[in-house]
């Protein structure tokens, strides 16, 4: 089956520890995303990343990490620098830099943390 | 940056009509998207416009105008199972594909 997959759909920590959340596409999609998503509020990008090995700063990365190493994965490693991480992580992928394409979103990841 | 305003929550009665609003504030603008969420699950595509007017897709249809800044998108017959948040998206130009979210509305469908 094509799709985004992101795993596991909850994840807990205890407070000050390092974690990663996995997001793995075979849509043979070139741009992928990550999002944060806290309740009333609208997604807020992280990081993003249009090509391999290459990746941007969103609007909130600070206290996050992330890799592209290969086209078909995407992790974010949500740091002990991150103030409030208990969040729902949302990874999102999208066939291009520019052009009218819509984003596609995986399942999504709720952490918590403890 | 953005702005981009839309309510809160919204009720309705199954079979009804809800027009769901969105403003938006932007220094550049290269389309306007929709999604809807159920809680707990990943945002679906809804629709896309980048050119002022309407787009029909079954029952719904999204409506934009570039010199206000405004969308809606319109929800027609409800269905108990279009009880779900929809999210107003602008992608700003040069942004990389990059979007910029409101926090989304709740819409209920009551019996």
């Known amino acids: 089956d094509g799709g985004i997959t992101q795993s596991p759909k909850y994840l807990f920590r205890k407070e000050g520890q390092n974690v990663t959340l996995s997001c793995e596409q075979n849509l043979n999609h070139d741009a992928m995303y990550w999002y944060r998503q806290d309740p009333g509020q609208g997604l807020r990008l992280i990081y993003y990343?249009?090509?391999?090995?290459?990746?941007q700063k969103g609007d909130i990365a600070e206290g996050y990490s992330v890799s592209r190493e290969k086209k078909e994965s995407f992790p974010l490693t949500v740091t002990s620098a991150q103030k409030n991480p208990t969040a729902f992580y949302l990874c999102?992928?999208?066939?291009?830099?520019?052009?009218?394409?819509?984003?596609?979103f995986g399942p999504g990841t709720r952490l918590t943390v403890l | 940056g953005q702005n981009i305003d839309q309510p809160t929550e919204m009720t309705a009665t199954e079979g009804a009509i809800v027009q769901i609003n969105c403003t938006y504030q932007t220094s550049g603008f290269n389309g306007l998207f929709w999604y809807q969420q159920h809680a707990g699950e990943a945002p679906t595509f809804l629709s896309y416009n980048v050119l002022d007017g309407l787009e029909e897709k079954g029952r719904f249809s999204s409506f934009l105008s570039r010199s206000k800044g405004y969308s809606y998108l319109l929800l027609k017959e409800l269905q108990m199972k279009d009880s779900a948040s929809y999210l107003c998206?602008?992608?700003?130009?040069?942004?990389?594909?990059?979007?910029?979210f409101g926090a989304g509305t709740q819409v209920v469908v009551t019996p």
């Open positions: 998206a602008v992608r700003p130009t040069d942004s990389w594909g990059k979007l910029q």
């Open positions: 999102a992928t999208k066939p291009s830099g520019q052009g009218g394409d819509e984003q596609f």
């Open positions: 990343s249009q090509i391999v090995n290459d990746f």
